[in-house]
Structures are given as structure tokens and as C-alpha cells.
């Protein structure tokens, strides 16, 4: 069985609380990279497949020279519990996000 790990970038990336959280609730160990600006970074990735596609070469082949991921957490004891919640808790933040998108796409800003 596949073991799930989280990969997390930005800013927030470099607060441990909220990497601890993250690892708690969905019971999976967090890693993050040292580039700060990693949508940059991906971008510069796709770039670079769009290059040299034309010679059958896979994004996987590219992004073989990314730096590794380091591990920054792993879930405490008892955080089996804690996941259970995990679905939950992510599908109320989504829900959070939708309705303040709606607002701020219905408001006259």
C-alpha cells in the first residue's frame, strides 16, 4: 500500500506549527524544499519539458535533476485520531474558500 507524504512550498512552508498540523491531520510525514519561490521554479520545470518534448523526453525525466524534498515532520503519537478528521476538516476549508470567492466575485470592489 502507497504511503501518503505531503509535499508543502510558499511561505507557510517555513512555519513548523503549521507543518505539524498538516502531518497531524492527515497522518503523513511533511517534506518541503529550500527554494522559496517554488511556483517560479515549477514553472521554470514545465519550461524546460516544453523544450524538449519533441524528443520523447517524460516531465518525470525532467525533474529528475530537482533538488529532494527534505523531511520536516512526521505525525505525533496519536495522530491516527486526529486524521479521521482530516476529510472533514478539508472539505470545510474548501467550503470556506468557495463562499468567500463567491462574495468577493458578487461584490462591486
Do not use: W
Not at 32 to 39: D, G, R, W
Not at 63 to 79: D, I, N, Y
Amino acid at each position: 500500500v502507497p504511503r501518503t507524504r505531503i509535499l508543502a512550498t510558499g511561505g507557510a512552508s517555513h512555519n513548523k506549527n503549521i507543518l505539524q498540523v498538516l502531518s497531524d491531520v492527515f497522518n503523513a510525514p511533511v517534506y518541503t524544499i529550500s527554494t522559496t519561490n517554488s511556483a517560479c521554479l515549477g514553472s521554470a520545470y514545465r519550461a524546460i519539458h516544453g523544450l524538449v518534448a519533441e524528443k520523447n523526453v517524460s516531465f518525470a525525466d525532467v525533474m529528475k535533476s530537482a533538488p529532494e524534498p527534505r523531511l520536516a515532520v512526521t505525525p505525533t503519537a496519536g495522530a491516527e485520531e486526529v486524521s479521521k478528521f482530516g476529510n472533514m476538516i478539508l472539505l470545510f476549508i474548501c467550503c470556506l474558500l468557495q463562499n468567500t470567492m463567491a462574495y468577493y466575485s458578487s461584490s462591486k470592489i
